[in-house]
């Protein structure tokens, strides 16, 4: 049963840290996603690649976000410095055609 | 622009009690929809899907009916167990897009 992976599950960190969070997309698949909810916002897209390809990154705070797929079994994404108001969980999806499937998230509080 | 509407919650219900949440939607093309289920401290997980108009997705006893007369997508269950608890959110993805766009979520209650 293919899942997506994301690490870590859990993350805690100060104001100030660089948080990476790592995503392995489901072999085969050609499309990423990266998701942040809260409870204020609900879910947000951040970003989304296919075929390692950035195609839309506006959801994201580009000051200190960035994402990137170094290769086809990994997607990053990095915050540089974390704030506080960063603390959420992000989801990350992989799709083909238009169905997606997400990982378990990664929970980060910045403190 | 795209959106999906999806009732408020939490909805309360004892369980096997029947379930109806309500999704409409708004696309500019013919949208693929789907109802995706996201269980206390875990991620998204695809309940169904339909791709075209009057096609029904089910699963796990969860049922829903592409209607385009009324731009509606309704997930229905006809028995409700306390392990359905969880909140439940509406997409829609517009012909050659695979980004989706989401409801709100709908928190689902049941009691023993």
């Known amino acids: 049963d293919a899942r997506v992976t994301q690490t870590p599950r859990h993350k805690v960190t100060e104001m100030g840290q660089e948080v990476t969070m790592r995503c392995q997309p489901i072999l085969g698949h050609n499309t990423v996603f990266w998701y942040r909810q809260t409870m204020m916002q609900g879910l947000e897209l951040l970003a989304y690649f296919r075929n390692r390809a950035p195609l839309d990154d506006s959801g994201m705070p580009k000051d200190r976000f960035s994402a990137e797929m170094p290769d086809a079994t990994l997607a990053t994404l990095k915050i540089q410095p974390s704030e506080p108001r960063d603390s959420a969980v992000y989801f990350c999806?992989?799709?083909?055609?238009?169905?997606?499937?997400f990982g378990p998230g990664t929970r980060l509080l910045v403190l | 622009g795209d959106s999906v509407t999806q009732m408020e919650g939490p909805v309360t219900l004892s369980e096997e009690a029947f379930l109806t949440i309500n999704c409409t939607y708004t696309a500019t093309g013919y949208p693929s929809l789907f109802w995706y289920v996201q269980y206390p401290g875990e991620g998204l997980q695809l309940l169904l899907k339909?791709?075209?108009?009057?096609d029904k997705g089910s699963n796990k006893g969860f049922e829903a009916t592409y209607r385009k007369e009324t731009t509606s997508f309704h997930l229905e269950k006809g028995s409700v167990q306390v392990s359905d608890s969880a909140v439940y959110f509406c997409a829609l993805s517009d012909q050659g897009y695979s980004t989706l766009t989401f409801g709100k979520g709908t928190m689902l209650l049941v009691s023993p």
């Open positions: 339909a791709t075209k108009a009057d």
């Open positions: 999806a992989s799709g083909l055609l238009e169905t997606q499937y």
